[in-house]
């Protein structure tokens, strides 16, 4: 078996996240967890993945913070798996990926799902990246710039 590829001492963000959460199966757990699944049966049953798999993703996510293990909502000997406020904050990824999705991946009129806010019942707005003085900005018009090392 060839060895994964780590990038988690990397000085760019986005290999760091990847390596926490870019796995699909990860992100789909993440998914499930923000719809409300909890229980390893849960997470199997929603996502059809193999106990094994899904065993060392959910290892991993809790490892890297995403995820914590609680003891069971319900009082039993079971244990549940709950997003930590690491994992809450990749809320605005899911929803970036789920409305790339919703454009790009689906022909005008094929069925799918749709994140709706609970109080209106209505479609979220299309996220969108804004600078520190509200214009929107598109990938022509950002920069990176490297940090300097903490002394």
């Known amino acids: 078996m060839v060895k994964r590829t780590r990038f988690d001492d990397s000085d760019c963000p986005v290999a760091r996240s990847v390596d926490t959460i870019g796995d699909w199966w990860s992100l789909l757990i993440v998914r499930d967890a923000f719809d409300?699944?909890?229980?390893?049966?849960?997470?199997?049953?929603?996502?059809?993945?193999?106990k094994n798999i899904l065993t060392a993703r959910l290892r991993a996510l809790v490892d890297g913070g995403v995820l914590a293990s609680v003891p069971a909502s319900d009082g039993s000997a079971?244990?549940?798996?709950?997003?930590?406020?690491?994992?809450?904050?990749?809320?605005?990824?899911v929803v970036a990926l789920r409305q790339w999705g919703e454009q790009n991946l689906f022909e005008p009129g094929e069925p799918h799902s749709e994140l709706v806010d609970r109080r209106q019942d209505l479609p979220l707005r299309a996220l969108?990246?804004?600078?520190?003085?509200?214009?929107?900005?598109?990938?022509?018009?950002t920069t990176v710039h490297k940090l300097p090392e903490a002394p």
Not at 39 to 50: D, K, N, S, T, Y
Not at 78 to 93: D, H, I, M, N, S
Request: net charge positive; hydrophobic share 35%; aromatic share 12%.
């Open 36 to 50: 409300g699944s909890r229980r390893f049966g849960e997470f199997q049953r929603g996502l059809g993945v193999a």
């Open 78 to 93: 079971y244990r549940e798996y709950v997003l930590t406020p690491k994992g809450e904050a990749l809320f605005p990824v």
């Open 128 to 141: 969108e990246v804004r600078a520190a003085d509200g214009r929107r900005l598109g990938p022509g018009d």
